[in-house]
């Protein structure tokens, strides 16, 4: 049978126009672009329609985006950049909720003698906006702020942010590799600065990712090397899955509208359905201020990485908040910042769909959780005696 | 993912022996909701101690579950003085192995089985662990974690966390765990050893070569063999990098023979055979 694959923040399947747009470039064009013989130099006008159809996605102009190798390269080079062109400047503000690739490189900047200031959100998720205004500072260098959570889903005011930043003359980037293809964005009618997506979230595969860099923004480039992107971000052209990347936004484009009204009322029909059939259980995050395809639920009483096992038995794929599947032994920093009480914290499981998401795949998940909690609920030594099972 | 063993799965999807005791002779609760994991065991002793039930409740991951599981199918119809012999490790091999990260599952397992001991014999079931808490955001004890150190012959901050979770939260107290570390195997060291027969000085020389010495060697592309052990003279000769190497002298006195005084015998002489 094939999986219910509701892990689409984790990572997305390629779309099948996608592997089909890029296989070419495995096979007859394998030439380099930066090539002086129209064998390689061809594919340079393949990169730049792919450039073009990233930058329609997000309203930005082609020369704003600057192709790198996953999102972690973006955020890093965003940050970085914004660092190198503000030398006198020594603070970093970002929230308590970001991804490892902005929140572990703020914490070793922070060991380099950077300040740094993580800004709290409340119970449902939301950014506490006042903290975050109180926090800039003249010494402030950059702002990173994601633009909808990936464990969650809630949505971060990003445009308002870029403008209390842009008042201020600091500079402000956005982890959206969860928002781009998902929801609207148009850098025409924002004040961000600095934007990272990645490809494997929106359907084109693994190892491409893209930094929009708003026209006159002071840079520095991460990579230094050949004049490839410019000079901003030195390396070969990675053609193939440049087109990949091009293709998936073009498809993101058109599909957004009708798909994300689909995936809304499916995620919908889950969350529902699964709160009103297994007893106290709780959403963690904002109802509506929120990516249309995610939610988080916690389930009293169990552990999230058992749920998982049992789900992933009955070939449905989600993840969990859990400490036992972080590795790190703590569960996650993004439920410990909205305070999600213990118990539905580690149990906390994340269902992400996509425009693969069938009916089916919410019907089986329906089936299949009542069931597995229910069992999960016999074991633990926190159900109470006399609990709805 | 994990790497479970089809046995652990096993004890995970179909557990064994799920349940309370009513009127249990011994119970011992171990871990919180706080803590991620938290099991109860409940025990029947029957008038000749002998250990005729075993049931459990755990709220964990798979590996918890399971290390429950298989915690109650190897102290069931035990005397009770044999179950407490049951230690970590025979949990972890009963399910044929358990992922480093995951040890401390096993030893929730081993802890729960003394609490429930313990209840039984009318214990405090604090009296057992007491000590100093090292680890606050998992109240690890300074004794749980050398017990662990020493039972497992840990060597490193990061296994002890594997082990007990302590240091795995803030990791405000790793230099504490370095330091009870360092101080268990400063006693180990210390503790008279037992004369050794001669084949149980050959086996223990090998060992010591295997885990001590070959990995630097083979690091620096060279290694190590044993050709010899007669009375307390060792005979080895190095091999690839080594043998050609302008300081093998010194690391055969500063190195291989200083590993193996630590380690089996301190009245230990190093010798090398040319090729």
């Not at chain 1, 060991?111 to 205004?133: F, H, K, N, P, Q």
């Amino acid at each position: 049978m094939t999986p219910a694959y509701l892990d689409n923040n984790a990572t997305t399947a390629v779309a099948p126009e996608v592997l089909d747009a890029m296989l070419p470039f495995f096979k007859e064009r394998y030439g380099n672009a930066s090539s002086m013989h129209s064998f390689g130099g061809d594919c340079a006008q393949d990169v730049a329609a792919a450039r073009e159809k990233v930058a329609a996605l997000i309203g930005a102009s082609p020369d704003e985006i600057i192709f790198t190798s996953c999102g972690t390269e973006s955020d890093g080079t965003a940050i970085r950049a914004a660092l190198q062109v503000n030398l006198g400047k020594r603070h970093i503000v970002t929230s308590r909720v970001e991804h490892p690739a902005v929140r572990a490189l703020c914490a070793w900047l922070g060991e380099r003698g950077y300040r740094v200031t993580e800004v709290g959100v409340d119970s449902e998720g939301l950014l506490d906006m006042a903290e975050l205004e109180s926090a800039l500072t003249p010494d402030t260098a950059v702002v990173s702020i994601m633009w909808a959570n990936n464990e969650t889903g809630v949505l971060f005011p990003v445009e308002r942010i870029a403008e209390m930043c842009r008042e201020r003359g600091i500079l402000f980037h956005t982890d959206a590799v969860q928002a781009v293809g998902k929801i609207p964005i148009d850098m025409r009618k924002s004040a961000v600065d600095m934007l990272s997506l990645s490809g494997h979230k929106l359907h084109a595969p693994k190892g491409i990712g893209a930094l929009f860099v708003r026209k006159g923004t002071p840079f520095e480039p991460l990579m230094i090397g050949g004049h490839q992107e410019r000079g901003r971000r030195a390396g070969t052209e990675n053609i193939a899955f440049i087109v990949g990347v091009g293709k998936a936004c073009e498809l993101a484009a058109a599909t957004m509208d009708k798909e994300g009204t689909r995936v809304k009322a499916l995620r919908d029909r889950l969350e529902g359905g699964l709160l009103k059939t297994v007893p106290e259980s709780r959403r963690n995050g904002h109802k509506t201020q929120r990516l249309p395809n995610t939610t988080n639920i916690g389930f009293r009483y169990v552990e999230g990485e058992a749920i998982l096992l049992l789900l992933d038995r009955e070939g449905i794929c989600a993840s969990s908040g859990s400490a036992c599947t972080s590795g790190s032994l703590q569960p996650s920093h993004v439920l410990s910042a909205m305070g999600v009480p213990m118990d539905y914290k580690q149990s906390a499981t994340r269902f992400s769909l996509s425009r693969y998401t069938t009916d089916t795949d919410i019907d089986r998940t329906l089936k299949a959780m009542p069931r597995i909690v229910k069992r999960l609920r016999q074991i633990s030594p926190f159900t109470p005696a006399g609990a709805a099972p | 993912m994990w790497d479970y063993s089809e046995k652990l799965k096993d004890h995970f999807y179909n557990p064994r022996n799920v349940g309370k005791i009513e009127n249990a002779d011994g119970v011992g609760e171990v871990g919180s909701l706080a803590c991620g994991d938290a099991l109860t065991l409940y025990l029947k002793v029957n008038k000749d101690g002998i250990v005729e039930d075993a049931k459990f409740q755990t709220f964990g991951c798979g590996s918890a579950i399971a290390s429950a599981s298989a915690l109650t199918e190897m102290i069931i119809g035990k005397p009770l003085a044999e179950a407490e012999k049951v230690t970590n490790q025979d949990i972890a091999e009963f399910l044929e192995g358990l992922p480093r990260e995951k040890m401390h599952c096993s030893v929730m397992g081993r802890e729960a089985l003394e609490a429930a001991i313990a209840n039984y014999r009318g214990e405090k079931p604090t009296e057992h662990d007491a000590g100093e808490v090292v680890c606050m955001c998992f109240g690890v004890t300074d004794n749980e974690i050398r017990r662990v150190v020493r039972e497992n012959r840990l060597t490193t901050v990061e296994e002890v966390t594997n082990f007990t979770k302590a240091g795995g939260g803030c990791g405000g107290c790793r230099d504490r765990i370095q330091e009870l570390i360092n101080e268990v195997a400063a006693a180990a060291r210390a503790e008279p050893r037992k004369p050794l027969t001669n084949l149980q000085k050959i086996k223990l020389i090998e060992e010591v070569i295997d885990r001590e010495i070959r990995p630097s060697l083979q690091a620096d592309g060279g290694d190590i063999e044993l050709i010899d052990v007669d009375g307390n003279r060792v005979v080895v000769a190095l091999r690839g990098a080594c043998a050609k190497c302008l300081s093998a002298e010194f690391t055969l006195a500063g190195f291989v023979e200083a590993k193996l005084r630590e380690f089996v015998d301190p009245a230990l002489v190093l010798e090398e055979v040319q090729r």
